[in-house]
T-cell receptor, first 112, second 112 residues
């Protein structure tokens, strides 16, 4: 899938539980992203990383943390899941501003 | 006002029809523009970039109107396989200029 691995594909959490979504790319691109997609809302940016060791908040960062430990991997952590975080999460990466973005297959998360 | 707006549809058209989608954006300094396609329960994939001079790829034509701040996608001779949601993506300028802003998508169903 265009050199990107996103795990897990599905997850059900209880309110208050924590989890980490993993994303890894093998195309050696600098920019990596985490989005959530909700019905009627489109994809909304949670966090973004321009390069290894740097991260920036997007539109909806509250309740999430991220980690870019190396160029390949960008993880998203929910410390204390809430029902409002029920969504489909996509990681993405691309080489630069005007280039194609590649997406992971998505994680369907349900918080009960 | 949303930063990127699309008519959500759905557009239901017969095979062979021509269909057009518009997308408006609010940031007049936006740098680059794209159309992505997303199949049901799948990740978005690049359909085409949108250049200032307009561009065509087979049955698909994309145009940019900077004065009116919209981009368009025209699909000629619709096929059943064109059924999907089409996402408008805009790169805003500014501090976080590697960001991507998505419209909520326009759903297209092509019927026999």
């Amino acid at each position: 899938n265009a050199g990107v691995t996103q795990t897990p594909k599905f997850q059900v959490l209880k309110t208050g539980q924590s989890m980490t979504l993993q994303c890894a790319q093998d195309m050696n691109h600098n920019s990596m992203y985490w989005y959530r997609q909700d019905p009627g809302m489109g994809l909304r940016l949670i966090y973004y990383s321009a390069s290894e060791g740097t991260t920036d908040k997007g539109e909806v960062p509250n309740g999430y943390n991220v980690s870019r430990l190396n160029k390949r991997e960008f993880s998203l952590r929910l410390e204390s899941a809430a029902p409002s975080q029920t969504s489909v999460y996509f990681c993405a990466f691309r080489a630069g501003t005007n280039t194609e973005a590649f997406f992971g297959q998505g994680t369907r998360l349900t918080v009960v | 006002r949303k930063e990127v707006e699309q008519d959500p549809g759905p557009f239901n058209v017969p095979e062979g029809a021509t269909v057009a989608f518009n997308c408006t954006y609010s940031n007049s300094a936006s740098q680059s523009f794209f159309w992505y396609r997303q199949d049901c329960r799948k990740e978005p994939k690049l359909l085409m970039s949108v250049y200032s001079s307009g561009n065509e790829d087979g049955r698909f034509t994309a145009q940019l109107n900077r004065a009116s701040q919209y981009i368009s996608l025209l699909i000629r001779d619709s096929k059943l396989s064109d059924s999907a949601t089409y996402l408008c993506v805009v790169n805003p300028s500014g501090g976080n200029n590697n960001d991507m802003r998505f419209g909520a998508g326009t759903r297209l169903t092509v019927k026999p």
